[in-house]
């Protein structure tokens, strides 16, 4: 991947393949006595990304489709994915979001997903819509981290096209329904995966970019700013903060442009980690 690639690219997986440094095609199968399990330990010696930061991506794409979740169990096995991610919760307190997420899973959709159905039993998965995702961050747990917090990400990506799909089936006769289907679930997806790509930049910033940041920009305004951010998850004051680091010594194009930004900004944003001087 190339700096223009990473800078375009409207996929977050090659993204994220970039940043583990993967040596392995994803085709790639191995014959006995090798087996998935080194395959798997093959690949987790080569990634570079931090589990924290991959769990805030994982956390911030779910959180994109927080108005959809119609259970508080699902918010609040994301809540805890999030403290967990920053050392906030313990494995304990994980396991049991876990199996609360899970408990969602078995409830029936309200009557109105039930009378659209018929007409759309592809996307009937809508009834609790993000609780896929959210059960994949928090089941990470139990299993390999990374390839949950990347099927979380994907998990998130279908429902918001599977709910797209749903109001497009509630707004259209049946026939006319069947044959835009595909193209409203397919649009959706593909607008929501350019979202995600946005939050890897935020998180991950450039790779081809190394920034080197000087401790004595710290200051306890910039401190102060970053960290209010940080906890209340109100990245308004971005601008403000690239005004604080300037004013401390920072002439770095590459922070103060992302500070001064468009964003999107959450959680894991690589210049606010680097205020917070938080270790990965």
């Known amino acids: 991947m190339t700096e223009a690639e990473w800078l375009a690219c409207t996929d ?8 583990r440094g993967d040596p392995l095609p994803d085709d790639w199968n191995p014959r006995p006595p090798l087996g998935r399990r080194w395959l798997s330990w093959v690949r987790r010696a080569v990634i570079p990304v931090s589990k924290r930061k991959a769990a805030l991506l994982a956390c911030a794409c779910c959180r994109r489709a927080w108005d959809l979740m119609r259970d508080n169990r699902t918010r609040e096995g994301l809540e805890c994915a999030e403290r967990h991610a920053d050392g906030l919760a ?15 899973r078995g409830i029936p959709p309200p009557p109105p997903l039930i009378a659209l159905s ?6 009937f998965f809508c009834a609790h819509p993000g609780n896929e995702g959210i059960y994949c961050l928090v089941y990470h747990r139990f299993g390999g981290w990374e390839v949950c917090f990347r099927s979380a990400m994907g998990h998130m990506a279908n429902a918001v096209a599977e709910t797209a799909v749903v109001c497009a089936a509630a707004d259209h006769p049946e026939g006319e329904f069947s044959g835009i289907a595909d193209a409203v679930g397919a ?5 929501e995966l350019q979202q995600q790509c946005l939050l890897v930049r935020d998180i991950f910033g450039n790779p081809f970019r190394p920034v080197s940041f000087s401790p004595s920009w710290r200051t ?5 700013l970053a960290r209010q951010m940080y906890d209340a998850r109100d990245f308004s004051a971005m601008p403000i903060l690239a005004d604080a680091l300037q004013d401390a010594g920072c002439n770095d194009d590459d922070i103060l442009n992302h500070c001064q930004g468009p964003g999107p900004h959450v959680r894991g944003c690589w210049v606010v980690d680097l205020v917070l001087n938080k270790k990965d």
């Open 187 to 191: 649009a959706a997806k593909r607008a």
């Open 90 to 104: 313990t494995r304990k307190e994980l396991t049991k979001a876990t199996s609360a997420v899970q408990q969602v």
């Open 118 to 123: 018929d007409r759309c039993r592809r996307w």
């Open 12 to 19: 977050p997986k090659p993204m994220l393949d970039y940043l």
């Open 220 to 224: 306890d305004t910039a401190v102060s």
